[in-house]
């Protein structure tokens, strides 16, 4: 009988050939008439069968499932109807066909039931020889219930079976295994096939007896080892000769067994005498020996099982796909209750087991998704079982058949992995992962080996494959960027987008994909791929450059300056040369586009020109903040300038003399932008102050003299961003130093210099401003015929106030401007009207630190006997007003209120400011009985500057009015700290009272700058005394008290004016 599984099965030879030749045809036509044929002749096989070929594969399964016997497995499904209708939806019969089907079935002959049984061995038998051993044999059969025992007329058998044994076995229905010789281990491995009708009433049975052979007294002797034999000796002189003796049995119920039954069974005694009587290792396997069906009549049983297995997980991968799911490799329970019953009762070996699914997986791999990993399990088992004379010449072909289909399918599936693989889906590269482990396990195979002996290695071939892929991707990717119209810049766009997809797939494989394919196959697909890639991007990107031309317009420009970018980031891609042999093609690829740098450098200059005209449009000249005291347009310069030197560090020209030219058009361009802008901001002050009063427009000049010291600071960073120290050293092989010092330093400083006179005539203006009002405070006050100290208040405040808010509104750099002083004259000058108020203040207020401007006198004026007020300092502080303005009403020659002796000197090499207390003379008795209680406070002041160094004190002098201190004292100071103009020593002495708060003897202040030896060191006794006349806080209102007083919000100057006004109250307690 013929039928369509009988077809002879189609073979496919592997395309190796044809797709290695794809390479060597690297024209865009010869590939669109090659790959199509590959592709029509690696048509993936279908999985899918004719519906005839569906029929009889539904057949053969229904026929398992309803003549299944056995127990069902643990993880089995054990219902028949739940397995028949898993059928009917695994094989998509509709309910009329489905009956119809199993009706026809149910009608057909039932299969000869067989019970495969394997005595593989036995251990712990009795010994029954005179040796201690025995001599194993066994007899095997079933008996069903109704089949008597029969009475055999031989004697032998009688013997054996001593006339009556329970549960013995029929003559007829005994099979028997080989006597294994002088053993308690017996190992038989003998295979029997026991049939049997019904399963309900069927028992095995299998007795072991020990062979007993006719010898003679003498050779019995012989053996004999311990008393035990002797026993066993005259035991056997009473019974017959040549009976056998019994060992043991096994009875087992047939519908107790599993369709699958390896285990060891203990040996049952016929008596209670010996109850341990050993193992028996048996294996079981219910078959069936005859099938009804056409499929098992007409076609090898793996066959049809393959088939059914192609079916079933088709099926299974198919719902976990319409569940949006990926299949696991794990079967249901019911395809696998099915597949097992038909296996087993097929009976059918693991290694035909494995090759079936061999088959039928790596035939469904190529038409449907699922892990490469379920092909392993198989490749394996095959491997570990494989014998070649197992199968047939038709098993072998198929066999081999199968391994050249899926080669050359994997091989297609790593040609185009790029595609098949993308790193956008998930797991991508654990599946290429998956199938590279699949094809090097099976070419490992020693059934691969002989069945397919003339095939290259499987680097060899997944190499050319990829070179080949290679190609292929390049020129898709070609075709896709190809633009719809022929316009030079829709030209440039397609050979941009083509690079940077080449230096993404690069990057791909340098991160990903080259692990993958070095690990496994030691193949390195980086090195290849840009071997091939760099030369077809040189090719496309030259053929492009030819057709631009010479002369680049701006837009063109642009255009190439991304295209130099992106080859530039590829050829960093490029592989070290030990991996390559050859130069590159895109070695000297900057060459190509010199005729563009023109029109690069043009353009950049352009966009931040525009910007910068924007910028300054929109400023409002407010500034941003109360830290940051310019405005927006400073802040869009520095991103122009920043983004030019980010152009330049772009560029990276490799050619030193075009790198150095390029740098100084860049720093051209700069500093041209940076005057243009000092232009623009001063025309859009201009243009905010109309209709302004005086102090907004100072607020906008403010604004825009600190935007130009952005501007400077931002200019004299360009050497750091354009690295121009590396440029120097790099260039310096080809160029003169001159040429560097007289081109890039000479167009910095050119720059500088222009903003610093922009920067100083704002400044001169606001300083000009200043000097009006400092003019107008000055007539008032030389007005009037007597100048008491309160006139000076109001000059004082509006300096303060002034200061302030020119301190508040400009950064610091340009407030240092607003105090350089211009060359003066001498003190004697006379000075009057506006001209001369900034002379007046200088004369009358020698400020050191403030230092501030004066124009030369034009007009003559009556000279000042005095100054106006004998106070130095306009802008006070607790440390002026401590250092510079108390100390000067010093008598030094009146000892009033007292004196105190002291040494001071200073340890340059320890930094340390040493002071040593002596004495204390004439002090003023304070206690009611004429004496005082002394003692001395040092302090170094202003606190501020030493708040690390706290105040020492010495011993209290109890009625004492000339006390002898003599104490040293060591405090930790800087050089720095000694030096600076306004740090002293303040030595308080006080009267100690118990009760009360210590009474005031007087205060001495010591100049820390005229502490002696402030270059070295110097022992005690070589440091001369210093007397200090003791003084009062003045009792009456101090101008300069009056002047800090005012700054509520200066918290140390309002502690310095509490301090002095508590120790002025004392001194005018004293003095009533």
Known sequence: MTTPLSQPLRRRLPLLRQAIKIRRHKAKGLLQEILPQTDREMETPSHHFSPEEQALLYEEALYTVLHRVG????????????????????????????????????????????????????????????????????????????????????????????????????????????????????????????????????????????????????????????????RRIFKEARKDKGQDDFLGNVVLKLQDLRCREDQWYPLEPRTETYPDRGQCHLQFLLIHKRRATTASRTHPSYTVHRHLLQQLVSHEVTQHQAGSTSWDGELSAQASTILFLHATQKDLSEFHQSMAQWLAYSRLYQSLEFPGSCLLHPITAIEYQWIQGRLNPEQREELAASFNSLLTYGLSLIRRFRSIFPLSASG??????????????????????????????????????????????????????????????????????????????????????????????????????????????????????????????????????????????????????PERDRSLDLDGFHKWFLPAIPAWLLKTYSVALARLQRAVQMDQLVPLGELIKHSTSAVDLSTCFAQISHTARQLAWPDPEVAFMITVKFVEDTCKLALVYCSLIKARAKELSVNQDQAQAANMLCVVVNDMEQLRLVVLRLPTQLAWQD?????????????????????????????????????????????????????????????????????????????????????????????????????????????????????????????????????SAKPLERPIFPTP??????????????????????????????????????????????????????????????????????????????????????????????????????????????????LTVLDHDTLGTDDLEGEAFLPLSTVLKLSGDSSPGQVPQTRLPLTYPASNGDPILQLLDIRKSD???????KLRRQRAKQAERLGQ
């Not at 028949?84 to 066909?97: D, R, T, V």
């Not at 030389?782 to 000059?795: C, G, K, M, Q, T």
């Not at 918290?1051 to 004016?1057: K, L, M, P, Y």
């Open 873 to 986: 300092r306009l802008l006070l502080s607790p440390a002026d007003a401590t250092h510079n303005s108390f100390l000067p009403k010093v008598d030094t020659t009146s000892e009033e209120f007292g004196a105190i002796t002291i040494k001071a000197s200073y340890r340059l090499s320890e930094q340390k400011l040493r002071v040593e207390v002596l004495s204390a003379s004439n002090l003023l008795p304070l206690d009611s009985n004429g004496t005082s209680d002394p003692f001395v406070q040092l302090t170094l002041e202003p606190r501020h500057e030493f708040t690390e160094v706290a105040p020492r004190e010495t011993q209290k002098f109890k009625k004492e009015l000339h006390p002898l201190f003599d104490e040293a004292f060591e405090f930790l100071v800087s050089p720095e700290s000694c030096q600076k103009e306004g740090n002293c020593l303040l």
């Open 71 to 230: 127990r069902p497995e643990p993880k089995h499904v054990a219902e028949a109807a739940e397995l028949l209708s898993y059928l009917q939806e695994a094989f998509h019969m509709k309910p009329e066909i489905h009956q119809q089907l199993l009706q026809k079935v149910q009608d057909l002959e039932k299969p000869l039931f067989c019970l495969k049984v394997t005595v593989k061995q036995a251990k712990g038998i009795l010994g029954k020889d005179v040796s201690g051993y025995s001599d194993p044999y066994c007899l095997l059969g079933i008996i069903e219930q109704g089949v008597a025992m029969t009475e055999d007329s031989s004697g032998l058998h009688r013997r054996r079976q001593k006339a009556v044994v329970k549960n013995t076995i029929p003559e007829d229905q005994t099979h028997r295994t080989q006597v294994i010789s002088q053993t308690l281990s017996p190992v038989w491995d003998e295979t029997f096939f026991l049939e049997f009708e019904d399963i309900t009433s069927a028992n095995f049975h299998l007795d072991m007896w020990d062979a007993d052979q006719v010898e003679s007294v003498r050779q019995k002797l012989g053996e004999l080892t311990d008393l035990h034999g002797l």
């Open 428 to 577: 991508s590269p654990a599946r290429l992962q998956s199938l590279l482990r699949v094809l090097i396990q099976m070419c490992k195979m020693k059934a691969f080996g002989e069945l397919c002996p003339d095939g290259a290695p499987l680097s060899s071939l997944v190499a050319e494959v990829l070179r080949t892929g290679t190609l292929e991707w390049f020129h898709l990717k070609q075709q896709h960027h190809q633009p719809m119209v022929q316009d030079m810049q829709e030209m440039g766009k397609a050979v941009l987008s083509l690079v940077l997809d080449v230096t993404g797939d690069l990057q791909q494989c340098q991160r990903t994909w080259n692990k993958i394919f070095s690990n496994t196959l030691k193949i390195d697909l980086f090195s290849m791929a840009f071997l091939e890639l760099q030369k077809l991007v040189a090719q496309r990107v030259e053929e492009h450059l030819a057709a631009v031309g010479s002369v680049v317009s701006p837009e063109m420009g642009e255009s190439l300056f991304q295209l130099y970018l992106s080859l530039k980031e590829l050829y960093q891609l490029v592989p070290p040369p």
């Open 727 to 859: 440029l120097e050293q790099w260039a310096g092989a080809v160029l003169e130093p001159e040429q560097l010092q007289h081109t890039l330093h000479a167009q910095l400083q050119g720059a500088l210099a222009g903003l610093d006179h922009e920067i100083r005539s704002g400044v001169r203006t606001l300083a000009e401003q200043l000097e009006a009002g400092i003019s107008r405070h000055i007539q008032r006050i030389v007005s009037e015929s007597a100048v008491p100290e309160d006139a000076i208040l109001p000059l004082m405040r509006f300096l303060e106030s002034e200061l302030h808010y020119m301190n508040r509104n400009l950064v610091q750099e340009n407030f240092n401007r607003l105090n350089v002083v211009s060359p003066g004259r001498g003190s004697s000058e006379p000075f009057t009207g506006s001209n001369g108020s900034i002379s007046f203040l200088k004369w009358a207020f020698p400020c050191h630190r403030l230092q501030l401007s004066r124009q030369r006198t034009t007009e």
């Open 1051 to 1057: 918290r140390e100057a309002q502690a310095f004016v």
